[in-house]
């Protein structure tokens, strides 16, 4: 197995399930009525999962000349690079972050989400180094890995210092990347291609078989709970306007506190 096979958000969506499986099950009211099914400590994770979702999906409209790699593990535990592109203009390490509803500052080696401080920057060039070092040493020749970084929000700011990394919306990485010189030719991009594709070129652990398709449905399945959970929310809300028409002052009171019960304040 290759590492084509790695879904976007393997890790991610790894965590997040396992948060989820900890947390006590929604009780039959709750599911009825259509409670949030995903419990506090997994939201970030969700959230992190369908931006690396999202980026995956402008990445993998870049052709055929492009390969476009999810997830990549390196080094030794569970840390990957989210995607990895390598195409006739570089190669390049994404590295995304899902901040909708909140506005970004980017200038020189600041990244500030909502006024404060991230590593997001530092991350990223990490990342680009140690990317060029593996593929560098397998391909035996010195293979530059150029780090970006993707980033979902409501507004980005840009500072009168140039970024240290390269910083785009969603929308923007793949003419960017599409759009740049050429930096190889068709036969290096298959080289490199098939030295990425190896999991040896990133991790300790060359051969791990992991069944990313059985996570990514069991993964799906909670994104349809969630759908299912904000339609049923939709149908409690309208009875509840139905019953401010229809039903006595005392009728009305049990409505909201039930809502207040199973959503919260």
Known sequence: MTLRARRPGYAVMQECLRLQSEA?????AQRFWGADPVVPAARSWL?????????????D???????????????SGSTDIDHLVIG???????????????????????????GKKTSHMNAAQSE????????????GVPILVQPLLVVAAERITFGKKRAAVVVLTPEQVR????????????????????????????HAS???????LRLEQRFDRLLREIDDARTRRRRAALAVVLGAVTLPAAGLMALSGLATVLFGS
Not at 47 to 59: D, F, I, N, P, T
Not at 128 to 139: E, F, H, P, V, Y
Request: avoid cysteine; charge should be positive; charged fraction near 20%.
């Open 175 to 202: 003419p960017w990347i599409a759009g740049l010189e050429r930096a190889h030719s068709d036969e290096a991009v298959r080289y490199l291609s098939m030295l990425a594709e190896d999991r040896g070129t990133w």
């Open 47 to 59: 959230k992190g999962a369908m931006g690396e979702r999202r980026v995956a999906a402008e990445l």
């Open 206 to 212: 060359a051969v791990v078989l992991d069944d990313t």
């Open 128 to 139: 680009g180094r140690r990317a060029t070092r593996l593929l560098s040493d397998a391909a």
């Open 24 to 28: 006590p099950a929604r009780t039959k």
């Open 88 to 114: 006739p203009t570089g190669v390049f390490s994404v590295n995304t972050k899902n901040h909708s509803g909140h506005k970004v500052f980017v200038g020189g080696g600041a990244f500030m989400v909502g």
């Open 61 to 75: 409209r870049l052709g055929p000349a492009f390969t476009v790699l999810h997830a990549v593990p390196v080094g």
